[in-house]
């Protein structure tokens, strides 16, 4: 036995002692005053990386063939002859192809004016086609149909959750000292395990989480399987909605919550409380929440940045819709 083991509390009284018995008598009467009862934090397991990386670099190979593949130069000519059939008035000249080429290049910083350089040098050296002029390119992008349809022969689990998109290209100094406040956009979405966005909601920093969660679940009723939130949505509204639409349910309790009555939240509460948090997280899968929104959240922002550079509400809400659909694209070739 070592003194370094022993409290400094005892160590004056151990100076005094003499025998083996006195040392070890102290050394008891510290172990059972000092002993800590409380329960033990849950200890993550360490993450070991088991990915192929021959084939995670392929498919990032694959991502940045995608930003510049300009395929709508060979399909321009049956896309607008079927653009164009049956259209009344002045007829098409650009394919939609060629505006989802440079909607996607947009959000990865590219300005209308860059975009129409690339298209001009494209054409230039692969073409010759007709350049679009950048602020009918702007337009063109802006009224871009957004489809966020997930195809699925079964039911899903999905997650929702909800992030904030800026505004401004600047950090929270202008407002902070000198109170500046241009507001922010937030953005809900429903995502799926494999990463792809079902369904999405835009507003401002008012926009209700909740209310566009509820919304989003009464629209795509028939395809959810089971709905994971945070405690955010630990909500009566949420649970009956669910109950009532046959949906299961991983929504995180809050530790206050109350387990009185019969509705379908307090027997949710009854049975977190009854198992235990980590039992309740393994057999709701809770930990899947994560590929199904932050994970989503995640790939955006770093890919295509979480900065808002449109100017106008309806521009802005669409630009923050786009880097979620143009991230759906991608997960959709890689």
Same mark, same amino acid.
Request: aromatic share 10%; charged share 35%.
């Given at each position: ?7 400094? *509390? ?19 009467? *510290? *172990?059972?005053?000092?002993? %800590? ?5 849950? =200890?993550? $397991?360490?993450?070991?990386? $088991? ?47 060629? +505006?989802? &080429? ?19 040098? #494209?054409?230039? @050296? #692969?073409?010759? &086609? ?5 602020? *009918?390119?702007?337009? @063109?992008?802006?009224? #871009? ?11 899903? %689990?999905?997650?929702? %959750? ?26 809900? +979405? ?29 629209? /795509?009723?028939?395809? =959810? ?36 009555? #019969?509705?379908? @939240?307090? $027997? ?27 994970? =989503? ?6 890919? &295509?940045?979480? /900065? ?14 786009? $880097? ?11």
């Amino acid at each position: 036995m070592s003194i370094k083991t022993i409290h400094p *509390q005892f160590a004056s009284l151990l100076t005094r002692s003499f025998g083996v018995d006195d040392i070890l008598s102290q050394y008891l009467k *510290q *172990q059972s005053l000092f002993k %800590d009862d409380s329960p033990k934090k849950w =200890i993550r $397991k360490k993450y070991v990386d $088991k990915r192929d990386w021959k084939v995670e670099k392929e498919k990032y190979f694959n991502r940045g063939e995608f930003y510049i593949n300009p395929v709508f130069i060979d399909t321009w000519r049956e896309e607008i002859k079927e653009m164009n059939a049956n259209k009344i008035g002045q007829p098409f000249v650009y394919p939609t192809s060629m +505006i989802e &080429f440079a909607g996607i290049l947009h959000e990865k910083s590219f300005s209308y004016r860059d975009l129409k350089g690339s298209l001009r040098a #494209l054409s230039d @050296r #692969l073409g010759p &086609f007709p350049v679009i002029s950048d602020s *009918q390119l702007c337009r @063109r992008v802006n009224a #871009l149909d957004l489809d966020f349809e997930y195809e699925c022969k079964d039911k899903v %689990d999905v997650g929702i %959750d909800g992030t904030g998109n800026k505004v401004t290209n600047r950090g929270g100094w202008m407002r902070h000292k000198w109170k500046v406040k241009k507001g922010w956009v937030k953005v809900v +979405i429903m995502g799926t395990l494999d990463g792809k966005t079902m369904d999405i909601r835009v507003g401002n920093e008012n926009l209700d989480e909740r209310k566009s969660a509820r919304g989003m679940i009464r629209k /795509n009723k028939k395809k =959810i399987k089971k709905v994971l939130m945070d405690g955010l949505h630990d909500v009566e509204d949420t649970f009956n909605l669910c109950n009532d639409l046959g949906i299961d349910t991983a929504i995180k309790i809050r530790k206050n919550a109350s387990e009185s009555g #019969l509705s379908p @939240r307090a $027997k949710e509460v009854r049975l977190y409380k009854e198992i235990g948090h980590k039992q309740w997280v393994k057999e709701k899968g809770y930990g899947y929440r994560w590929p199904s929104s932050e994970g =989503i959240f995640s790939g955006v922002k770093r890919i &295509f940045g979480e /900065n808002l550079n449109a100017k106008k509400k309806k521009p802005i809400y669409k630009q923050a819709k786009r $880097k979620f659909w143009a991230y759906n694209k991608l997960m959709g070739i890689t």
